[in-house]
């Protein structure tokens, strides 16, 4: 009998972990707004990482967060850090990583609790007309093996999409006043 309850305890847990050697470790979510107003204009206020503040879902989840900044904004290097008790904003810091003047802003995002990782992000400019600018925010992230199994469950690819599309139409609310 203890065999037999032994047994189906060593099953138990031996399942999902032999279905997250078979799922998938890597998500990416890019999404696309159109703003109506030319690319240097959008460009010049993406590019602060400070400006985030006010269209960023993530950074409206605790006004009360502590943050903190090293180097000059808007250049490469740049880190914008935060601290929360709120589990769902954690802490972490963002660094500017790269810049195509007019064009891409690359980011690195490293999470360091609630959950530590790394994740690479980008925004960028691209005109669909003189006055109108297509806007892209792109994020992309890992879950090492057996954590992987959580993307079985838990559709992480959809909930960034919704809170990167929310935060653009945010961004296009402050941009087209």
């Known amino acids: 009998m203890l065999r037999k309850i032994l047994g189906t305890i060593v099953l138990l847990i031996a399942i999902p972990l032999i279905a997250a050697l078979f799922t998938k470790q890597d998500y990416e979510v890019i999404t696309s707004v159109s703003i109506d107003k030319p690319v240097t204009e959008i460009f010049d206020y993406i590019k602060y990482l400070k400006n985030q503040d006010n269209y960023s879902v993530w950074a409206k989840l605790d006004p009360n967060m502590t ?7 808007a250049n490469v290097g740049f880190v914008s850090a935060w601290e929360s008790a709120n589990e769902e904003v954690g802490v972490g810091e963002q660094e500017i990583i790269s810049i195509e003047q007019g064009k891409r802003i690359d980011y690195e995002l490293r999470f360091i609790s609630p959950f ?4 690479p992000a980008f925004m960028s400019c691209e005109p669909i007309t003189e006055k ?9 992230g890992h879950m ?7 993307l079985v469950f838990m559709d992480f690819e959809t909930m960034i999409e919704r809170d990167l599309s929310q935060g653009l139409a945010s961004l296009k609310e402050i941009m087209e006043k």
Not at 132 to 140: A, I, L, P
């Open 67 to 73: 943050k903190s900044f090293r180097g000059v904004d």
């Open 116 to 119: 530590e990782a790394v994740s």
């Open 132 to 140: 109108t600018t297509k806007v892209t925010w792109g994020f992309k």
């Open 144 to 150: 090492d093996y057996p954590m992987n199994l959580m």
